[in-house]
């Protein structure tokens, strides 16, 4: 009798395992819905239900389980057809895992409405799918508005019942990023993408005006200097002064005069990282290239020359005391005293050197590389076009750690000390004699580390094979642990072993290990 | 006299069992932290990650009882959610046998996972928080999403209101249409 009672009052929603729609009485969840699930009653009005979307705590993600009173409590709402909405339209939003009523105020497009609350004086962004019509379940009936009427968005009318839900607050704040986080934002994007921010709002406008990296940036080989020339002219004349400028980047073809302006900008806004990979198309006559190379801020460098490398000659000596990395590609070294050119002894932070295809300047023929502090070294030429004539570079280093030599380098290798601290050495030299590198390894002998590619091998090989009374004695590697053999030419190990088997030939029968890298 | 050097004897000795019975407790408590989040949530988080958080480096220098006590250390503006999320990331980069491959598939999914509003919510906890290697890639991150994208899109993405007059704002489109800057 009871059940039979039970189910005539009660309407199929409230049955154990329906869905309805909760709204919760708590301060901060006025005009929302929540969907959950009838568990069972557990009075004359009260019903145990299972919130789909809330959980106890983060923690354990458990669904939230709560004792509700009837009048919380309505059957889902129609399933959504109507996905036309107007501004203006009254609209449940489903934001924080309920829906929650507001107004739409705008077509964004795409699919994307403005949609206003009036309860938090709160505007958002929702996509359709998190829209639905806004309606009522009155006397068992769902009932949809009918008339649609204007809301006065921003009516600073001030209402008794608004309160602060946790997570809008949190969602309020994005707008309310500082500065520094948005600058760190757009420190990571190419310096045109962040004018364009510009245009967003008023504070953006002089935000893009601090950046602290700048990236000036257009394809090789793409014939818009005159577009170049103005964007790096607005960057530079809107900048905010008192913002310090900490890295600059230039890939392009530039003009000369262009690169003398950004120069002269860089070096009086205390630069400290400069990164050049510039092609010039004509030889210029730099004013300002002595700034670059006596600035006290910078402490790290890259100056590459595209294409040409007859274009930019160092001066003789480098005054950079701050300098830690310098990276130098296509720039010619000049004589600073007799045929010596040393333009590294005046670099007291030096750590990480890197010289690529720079030939010596004028009669210059030894290349002195002197410097107490640096310990990273990398000597490269691949450049096939253009033919750098051997010299001999001196090692004065008695810090140098790591180093590595690759391409056909036919240059000398000297050292006026002893090299003991040396770890790593890293040897892919080709198209060279295999004297010349019996000669680097001499230099070289207090390695710990050496790595040999296969084409270096390949070498010494041929050589090997041709009987020759005159062969060079390699050294006695005294300190050597580990030789790594890079084998991209797939060499049989019979070979590889023949190599080193002479190579090491003068060093104690150590337990140097062999490692084949193919 | 006599019971005045007996109890100077044992005094240091005392002491020392003391200042040793106080170094096995920190050393034991040393190795998690006890911290709570915005919604009252507790986590008991390991003394290596908690230490990068520049946050609690700090709480922990004006209160350096914190480390030792019971007391949790709060996190005022975040939120159990996102402790997850940031733990979860410094475990896996914390992991000595993670090679770089295991944690650039790591960082893709983990961005992956999460939403616009989720990922803007990270980035606040780890302002706050002051994690810099987390800042760093969601900052990095969210460089990516904006770049290209329309002036409409990074309006949403940030909550900007444009407070432009359309005419100034045309102006500013005409201004900047050079060097092939575009606006969608």
């Known amino acids: 009798m009871a059940p039979k009672h039970k189910s005539k009052r009660d309407p199929a929603y409230l049955e154990p395992g329906s869905a309805v729609e909760v709204s919760i009485d708590d301060e901060g969840f006025c005009g929302s819905w929540y969907s959950g699930t009838i568990l069972c009653r557990v009075g004359l009005d009260r019903f145990y239900l299972e919130y789909n979307d809330l959980i106890t705590n983060e923690h354990s993600r458990n669904p939230l389980r709560e004792v509700v009173c009837l009048h919380q409590l309505r059957p889902l709402p129609p399933p959504e057809t109507h996905r036309e909405f107007k501004s203006g339209d009254k609209v449940d939003a489903f934001h924080n895992d309920g829906w929650w009523e507001g107004h739409v ?27 639905r019509a806004h309606c009522q379940w009155i006397n068992h009936n769902w009932v949809f508005p009918i008339i649609n009427y204007k809301v006065s968005v921003r009516g600073k009318e001030t209402d008794n019942l608004v309160v602060k839900r946790q997570r809008r607050d949190i969602r309020d704040m994005i707008s309310e990023l500082p500065d520094s986080v948005l600058l760190h934002i757009m420190n990571f994007m190419d310096t045109k993408d962040v004018v364009r921010t510009c245009v967003l709002s008023k504070r953006w406008r002089d935000l893009c005006k601090c950046l602290t990296n700048l990236t000036f940036w257009s394809p090789f080989g793409c014939e818009c200097k005159k577009n170049f020339r103005r964007f790096v002219s607005w960057v530079l004349s809107n900048r905010d002064d008192s913002c310090s400028l900490l890295n600059l980047v230039i890939k392009s073809w530039i003009e000369a005069e262009v690169l003398d ?27 300002s290239l002595p700034l670059i190379f006596s600035c006290k801020s910078l402490t790290s460098l890259k100056l590459c020359i595209m294409h040409d490398s007859s274009v930019i000659v160092l001066p003789k000596s480098l005054h950079l005391p701050a300098l830690k990395s310098l990276d130098l590609g296509s720039v010619n070294f000049t004589a600073t005293y007799e045929d010596c050119a040393e333009p590294f002894s005046n670099c007291h932070m030096l750590d990480t050197l ?40 001196v090692l004065s280093t008695p810090n140098l750690s790591t180093f590595t030599i690759k391409g056909f380098v036919s240059h000398q290798l000297s050292s006026s ?102 | ?93 914390d992991w000595v046998d993670a090679g770089e491959r295991d944690l650039k598939e790591f960082d893709e999914r983990f961005l992956k996972d999460l939403n616009y509003e989720e990922l803007k919510e990270l980035l606040l906890a780890a302002n706050y928080l002051n994690v810099e290697k987390l800042f760093n890639f969601l900052t990095k991150s969210i460089a990516n999403i904006i770049r290209n994208k329309d002036v ?12 432009y007059t359309p005419e100034e704002e045309a102006a500013y489109r005409e201004e900047n249409a050079w060097a092939g800057v575009k606006f969608v």
Not at chain 2, 15 to 43: G, N, Q, Y
Request: charged share 20%.
């Open chain 1, 105 to 131: 105020t705008k077509y964004l497009g795409n699919g994307r409405f403005a949609v206003y609350f009036r309860i938090s004086d709160e505007n958002m962004v929702f996509p359709k799918e998190q829209l």
């Open chain 1, 261 to 287: 302006r950004v120069i002269r900008y860089v070096m009086s806004h205390n630069i400290q990282q400069l990164t050049m990979l510039i092609g010039l198309s004509s030889s210029p006559i730099f004013n």
């Open chain 1, 354 to 393: 890197f010289i690529r295809n720079c030939p010596l300047y004028d009669d210059a023929k030894v290349l002195c590389i002197s410097n107490s502090t640096l310990s990273s070294l990398k000597i490269t030429s691949y450049n096939v076009f253009i033919k750098i004539q051997a010299y001999k570079i």
């Open chain 1, 417 to 518: 000390c002893k090299l003991s601290f040396l770890g790593p050495v890293n040897i892919g030299l080709f198209l060279v004699t295999s004297s010349i590198i019996v000669r680097w390894l001499q230099v070289l002998a207090n390695v710990k580390i050496l790595t040999l590619r296969s084409d270096t091998l390949q070498i010494i090989l041929h050589d090997l094979s041709n009987p020759s009374p005159m062969r060079l004695q390699p050294p006695c590697f005294a300190r050597l642990e580990s030789v790594k053999v890079k084998n991209q030419l797939h060499l049989p190990d019979v070979q590889i072993n023949r190599v080193l088997e002479y190579l090491l030939q003068n060093s104690p029968k150590s337990k140097a290990r062999l490692d084949i890298i193919t």
């Open chain 2, 1 to 93: 006299m006599a019971e005045e050097t007996e109890s100077t004897k044992t005094e240091p000795l005392k002491t020392a069992e003391e200042e040793f019975k106080k170094l096995e407790i920190t050393e034991e408590e040393e190795s998690e932290l006890k911290l709570e989040t915005s919604d009252h949530v507790t986590f008991m988080v390991e003394a290596s990650i908690a230490m990068k958080f520049g946050a609690v480096q700090q709480y922990l220098e004006v209160s350096p009882a914190a480390s030792a006590s019971a007391t949790a250390i709060p996190l005022h503006n975040v939120a159990s959610r996102e402790l997850i999320l940031i733990l979860e990331y410094y475990r896996m980069h």
């Open chain 2, 152 to 163: 409409e899109f990074v309006r949403t993405f940030f909550g900007i209101d444009n407070d």
